[in-house]
């Protein structure tokens, strides 16, 4: 796996201390309000187990499976996997996602839990590729860890064709091992 990291763009080091600094703003945030933290699935997988430690206040926790990707590819449509388990209606919400890229997924995922009358929808994102964004969403993530460049990246949660996800930094894929 590591032979195909063009670069290592993020750290372990790195992510862990964002992962810190976000978790002191998200406990501030959500004191008093026990948050329903929702993840979207599978690539926020890494990224949520760090981050729900590093809240420290009453939440519970939910996730949710919604994608746009194929390879590396956006189709462009949002596919809906799955529901949540927590009534969230009048409650607090915070989306915890791995990357904010064309925004499809995200804006399909508010759309809908914006229906059940939550008191708050909220997102921290670890990754915005602001470059990448559909120009008709206007949704914006609330937090973010990291902006990063129009490059493809994998490793701490995000995959390539359900590879990668293993590794302990963000790096960009060399372009030859998505080539086709």
């Not at 990224?47 to 939910?62: E, L, N, S, T, W």
């Not at 399909?108 to 990448?132: E, G, V």
């Not at 914006?140 to 302990?168: H, I, M, S, T």
């Amino acid at each position: 796996m590591e032979r195909d990291i063009a670069e290592v763009l993020l750290s372990q080091e790195q992510l862990q201390t964002r992962i810190r600094e976000l978790g002191e703003i998200l406990t501030a945030e959500y004191a008093g309000k026990n948050p329903i933290v929702v993840g979207v699935l599978k690539g926020v997988v890494i990224f949520y187990a760090d981050m729900i430690r590093q809240i420290k206040v009453p939440c519970q926790m939910d996730f949710m499976r919604v994608s746009s990707y194929q390879g590396t590819q956006s189709t462009g449509k949002a596919v809906f996997g799955g529901k949540m388990s927590e009534n969230i209606e009048g409650r607090h919400v915070l989306i915890l996602e791995d990357i904010f890229d064309t925004g499809n997924s995200l804006n399909f995922l508010y759309n809908h839990l914006i229906q059940k009358n939550p008191a708050s929808i909220k997102i921290c994102t670890l990754l915005d590729k602001p470059s990448r964004r559909n120009p008709e969403i206007t949704l914006k993530p609330d937090w973010v860890g990291f902006e990063v460049p129009n490059a493809f990246v994998v490793g701490y949660g995000l995959d390539y064709n359900e590879a990668y996800r293993n590794l302990p930094y963000i790096g960009i894929l060399k372009p030859e091992v998505y080539a086709e």
